[in-house]
């Protein structure tokens, strides 16, 4: 199964981002392999709106079944949940504590947004 992670950078050192849409990117980490993949989400940096819906759409393509990040809003919680990915908040640590987290089931899976829209 796959896990993509809101990340400040493309290790497993970096930290959590606090922002879905808007994160840097995402360590996408495959828990079978133990290998990872970093995709960058520069495009949906300066997006007006829509930056949560088009970041849910491009985690759905790269597979993830799980999202770990800081926070998300209710259009992007909405697009994840329709696309079979369940989300789980993350308030601090880096993407390798995370997925330690993860592993070790420390980690609750949200039932729904944790910001409002345009936060």
Avoid: C
Avoid at 31 to 47: K, R, T
Avoid at 71 to 90: C, R, S, T
Wanted: net charge neutral.
């Amino acid at each position: 199964m796959k896990i993509a992670i809101s990340a400040q950078g493309d290790t497993l050192d970096a930290q959590v981002d606090a922002r879905f849409g808007r994160a840097q990117g995402f360590i996408v980490y495959d828990l079978d392999s133990d290998q990872f993949e970093y995709v960058p989400n520069a495009q949906n940096m300066s997006l007006p709106q829509g930056a949560g819906i088009q970041a849910a759409q491009n985690v759905a393509q790269t597979g993830a079944k799980a999202v770990l990040t800081g926070n998300v809003g209710p259009k992007a919680f909405m697009a994840l949940e329709k696309g079979g990915i369940d989300v789980y908040l993350v308030q601090s640590g880096t993407v390798k504590d995370a997925i330690a987290a993860f592993k070790e089931g420390k980690l609750t899976k949200t039932q729904e947004a944790s910001k409002p829209g345009h936060w």
